[in-house]
Structures are given as structure tokens and as C-alpha cells.
């Protein structure tokens, strides 16, 4: 059985900085691509980054470049989203979310594992 539990989450304060982890089990974690979606309330689920599996290829969304970024310790396995000098409009919940899939693709349906969700409200 495939889980994937996050942690990491929590109340931030605006420039802040927090560390989302999602740990997988029940699959080879080194066969698939992971990304991290955000879900604000009255919005659509949003992409936010991604990682193929050999940690050489990443895809950021513009809004968090050079703010957010996106990494994995196949090892371990758990993917991490740093995500340095947080704005309120950054206030969702988070999602990892797991695919075999090659791309890097940013369509939320693509993804075919998901984690339960991990709340990050930034407060100004």
C-alpha cells in the first residue's frame, strides 16, 4: 500500500521560512517524478514544483522562483519543499503528490499518489 505522509507545516510569519517533508513507503520511490501542489480556499489546486527522479531535473513555478525549492533523498525516501521568505498569498495547504510518469508536468490529475495535506498559513 502506497502512503505518503507530510509534516513540516505550520503558522509562519511573513518573510519566514519553513520546510515541508512528504515520506513515502509502498513503492520505489527512485521510479517516480514527485511535486508539490498548494490548494488556497475558493482556489483551484495550484502546481508549485517538481522533481524528476534523478534529482538533475526540477520545475518551479514563477510566482515562488528563488524563494521555494524543491528537493529528495531517494535513500531516505522523502521529498523536502524549502520555502524561504513566505508572503501570505503563499497561505495554502500543500500537497505532495507521486507519478511514474517522465514529465515534469503541472496538471494536478497527472499525479496519481497523493499526500494528506499539509497546512501553511503566513500571517503579515
Known amino acids: 500500500q502506497v502512503q505518503l505522509v507530510e509534516s513540516g507545516g505550520g503558522l509562519v510569519q511573513a518573510g519566514g521560512s519553513l520546510r515541508l517533508s512528504c515520506a513515502a513507503s509502498g513503492l520505489f520511490f527512485n521510479n517516480y517524478k514527485v511535486a508539490w501542489f498548494r490548494e488556497a480556499p475558493g482556489k483551484e489546486r495550484e502546481f508549485v514544483a517538481a522533481i524528476h527522479w534523478n534529482v538533475l531535473s526540477t520545475r518551479v513555478v514563477d510566482s515562488v522562483k528563488g524563494r521555494f525549492t524543491i528537493s529528495r533523498d531517494n535513500a531516505k525516501p522523502t521529498v523536502y519543499l524549502q520555502m524561504n521568505s513566505l508572503k501570505p498569498e503563499d497561505s495554502a495547504v500543500y500537497y505532495c503528490?507521486?507519478?511514474?510518469?517522465?514529465?515534469?508536468?503541472?496538471?494536478?490529475?497527472?499525479?496519481?499518489?497523493w499526500g494528506q495535506g499539509s497546512q501553511v498559513p503566513v500571517t503579515s
Open positions: 503528490a507521486l507519478d511514474r510518469n517522465v514529465e515534469l508536468t503541472t496538471v494536478a490529475s497527472s499525479y496519481r499518489y
